[in-house]
């Protein structure tokens, strides 16, 4: 989002910043050093206080800001699930990259806020969930650092299709809703749906808030590690089309056998 503006900014590296640093080490010097003197030593005469040379801290640059690739500035994509592409650079200082789709140009409607680990070379990021039938987002991207966030990219639009088929719900198959199964590899199944090119599987113990783990899978399957003997599992799975995804299915249960306890 647009940075908020402060009333008073002292920026990193400025002539006050750095004074401002050194009088503060050297006074944390000095308390050190009074602190280390024994009663013994400051009661018969004048307490010595001993200034430390402080090292300055070495300037950051952060790095060129990621180039937009695709889709093409102002394209018309037939889609409502566009994957969206960019060049992060190779800047080994940065942690991560972030994007954001907004519904205006000035960034104040922020609908997604991703981030990408690690930002390295050519990223594509699908949007997660279906955007808006005929529809213009814009969208920008940034490099993240340790104690600071690189200039943003520039700013693309592109226009949402519409006229497509929203996919059906996949139905999930076995294992059976709320049955006992051996810990290790379980096989999660689910229906097909015809004009899906994958599936998104969500999965992971009951007793979490969230689903802890999620897979992209171009069948009809997957073996998910449920190792934790008597322990409750959860999963559900959507489809993904060119166009859309689907809506969630229902979320299913199992539970691991209570073996070696």
């Keep these: 989002m647009p940075d908020r503006q402060a009333s008073r900014v002292i920026r990193p590296g400025s002539r006050q910043t750095r004074s401002s640093a050194l009088a503060g080490a050297l006074v944390l010097a000095a308390v050190l050093c009074c602190s280390m003197l024994g009663p013994a030593s400051r009661a018969g005469g004048a307490l010595h206080v001993v200034y430390l040379p402080v090292a300055p801290r070495a300037h950051f640059s952060p790095g060129a800001a990621p180039v937009l690739l695709l889709p093409a500035n102002f394209a018309h994509v037939e889609t409502l699930v566009p994957q969206l592409e960019y060049d992060a650079g190779s800047d080994p200082s940065a942690i991560s990259s972030e994007i954001q789709v907004a519904v205006d140009e000035g960034f104040e409607g922020i609908i997604l806020d991703g981030l990408v680990n690690p930002p390295r070379g050519r990223v594509n990021y699908t949007v997660w969930f279906n955007l808006e039938p005929s529809t213009t987002y814009y969208w920008r991207t940034w490099l993240n650092y340790p104690e600071t966030r690189g200039a943003y990219s520039e700013v693309w639009s592109f226009i949402t299709g519409s006229g497509g088929v929203i996919p059906q719900t996949p139905d999930p198959v076995d294992p059976p809703n709320g049955t006992r199964v051996w810990p290790g590899q379980v096989m999660l199944e689910w229906s097909a749906v015809p004009e899906a090119h994958s599936y998104e599987v969500n999965w992971g113990r009951l007793s979490m ?53």
Aim: charged fraction near 15%; charge should be positive.
């Design 209 to 261: 808030q969230y689903f802890e783990h999620s897979l992209s899978v171009g069948g009809t399957s997957t073996r998910v590690a449920a190792t934790e003997p008597g322990t409750p599992y959860q999963w559900r799975v959507r489809a993904q089309s060119a166009y859309a995804w689907s809506d969630w299915s229902q979320t299913w249960t199992f539970t691991t056998a209570n073996v070696g306890r």
